[in-house]
Nanobody, 126 residues
Framework: QVQVVESGGGLVQPGGSLRLSCAAS????????IGWFRQAPGKEREGVSC????????YYADSVKGRFTISRDNAKNTVYLQMNSLKPEDTAVYYC???????????????????WGQGTQVTVSS
């Protein structure tokens, strides 16, 4: 069974850091694009970052570029999102999602992703 599970969320002060993990099972990471999305209360789900694990190609939303870093460990079938210099506006539920690489055309479009995790809460507040 194909599954992705997020972990690592929590409460952090502005300027702090968190690392989120997305553990994949039931498929080989090399064949999939893995995306991170987030959704705050009353707002639309937005793309944060993604990685094409087969070649390591990465993409970032302008709002997080320079602060967040996506990476993968293919041996562990896990994708990470390192979040530094966190701001209150980063507060949201963060989701990990996966789509087969040949069906991925627009990384920021959540409708292209087939498999979704349960979400992990990130709260940035003093």
């Amino acid at each position: 069974q194909v599954q992705v599970v997020e972990s690592g969320g929590g409460l952090v002060q502005p300027g702090g850091s968190l690392r989120l993990s997305c553990a994949a099972s039931g498929f080989t990471l090399d064949y999939y694009v893995i995306g991170w999305f987030r959704q705050a209360p009353g707002k639309e789900r937005e793309g944060v970052s993604c990685i094409r694990s087969s070649n390591g190609r990465t993409y970032y939303a302008d709002s997080v570029k320079g602060r967040f870093t996506i990476s993968r460990d293919n041996a562990k079938n896990t994708v990470y999102l390192q979040m530094n210099s966190l701001k209150p506006e980063d507060t949201a539920v963060y989701y990990c999602a996966a789509v087969y690489r040949t069906r991925a055309t627009s990384w920021w479009n959540p409708w292209e992703y087939e498999y979704w995790g349960q979400g992990t809460q990130v709260t940035v507040s003093s």
